[in-house]
């Protein structure tokens, strides 16, 4: 495996210019898990940027990973499960694209995706395991709680497999919630999970998960999540989803934009939400 480069130059730009690294044919994962710390901000771009091709990899997958396919971004998911989360099972969108053939899917383990994650990150191309195969990754897209101007990232809450994801794939995005000086990031060392010289683009994007959670500063929108899968029930997996792309990913021009669909009040009582799970947030 070739050897990642590295540099401790600042990082910072912007959503469009991080986005537009991510290339056609890329094998692409996701941090965070599930609805927590998910990019979707970067997600959202890359989809308006018109990517195909794509293998998407996550061992929790959700929404995320509906909407690339639906988008024809992905022909190729790698996951260990995918579904916005229990009260709404196995996603009906994930069945549609999987079983009509149009997205090939290959179901892993956790401990699969763990050890994969671990090889790449270390620079060989597998750890001894009885398990799958294979380990390397193009990019690595990321969203976290603070960083400063060099990349240095901080991550509240459950860091998942991002550390090894960010060591494991050859270009890495990130966005993060809050921009932070030098000083601030050494007071809390404990909490720099990924080092500035792994990151190759840094976007300063708050919110930049929603309608997914990053914890301590908002929630999940468990009631958009409902909307979303009964218009999928209501008028079939095609037009709802082909719907869903046109308003919240091509038609506003900016993520504020984006995030004005939900309205401030609805993005207030996320963050209020969050804030009473977590003392002194």
């Known amino acids: 495996?070739?050897?990642?480069?590295?540099?401790?130059?600042?990082?910072?730009?912007?959503?469009?210019?991080?986005?537009?690294?991510?290339?056609?044919?890329?094998?692409?994962?996701?941090?965070?898990?599930?609805?927590s710390r998910t990019p979707l901000a970067l997600v959202r771009e890359i989809l308006r940027q018109r990517r195909t091709g794509l293998t998407l990899c996550r061992n929790l997958m959700c929404t995320e990973g509906e909407l690339m396919m639906a988008a024809g971004a992905v022909e190729r998911v790698v996951t260990a499960w995918i579904s916005i989360g229990l009260p709404w099972g196995v996603s009906k969108v994930?069945?549609?694209?999987?079983?009509?053939?149009t997205v090939a899917l290959e179901e892993w383990s956790h401990l699969a995706f763990g050890l994969r994650f671990r090889a790449a990150g270390m620079g060989v191309p597998f750890l001894p395991a009885l398990?799958?195969?294979?380990?390397?990754?193009?990019v690595a897209l990321l969203h976290v709680s603070r960083a400063?101007?060099?990349?240095?990232?901080q991550i509240d809450g459950y860091p998942h497999m991002d550390a090894d994801m960010a060591r494991a794939a050859t270009t890495v995005l990130v966005t993060t919630e809050e921009l932070v000086t030098e000083e601030e990031i050494r007071r809390r060392p404990d909490r720099t999970v990924i080092p500035g010289f792994l990151v190759d683009a840094l976007v300063l994007q708050p919110s930049g998960a929603y309608p997914h959670e990053v914890w301590g500063r908002y929630h999940a929108d468990f009631e958009h999540f409902a909307e979303y899968t009964a218009d999928i029930d209501a008028r079939g997996v095609t037009m709802a989803v082909a719907d869903y792309l046109a308003r919240y990913v091509h038609a506003p021009a900016t993520w504020d934009e984006y995030l004005e669909l939900f309205g401030g009040e609805r993005l207030k009582r996320a963050q209020d939400a969050a804030r009473e799970l977590v003392p002194g947030a």
């Open 1 to 35: 495996m070739e050897a990642k480069p590295k540099s401790a130059g600042e990082k910072l730009t912007t959503l469009e210019d991080a986005a537009s690294r991510v290339k056609d044919g890329d094998s692409v994962v996701a941090g965070g898990c599930l609805f």
């Open 94 to 101: 994930m069945r549609h694209y999987v079983e009509s053939g």
């Open 131 to 138: 398990t799958m195969l294979g380990s390397g990754l193009d």
């Open 148 to 153: 400063d101007r060099f990349g240095n990232c």
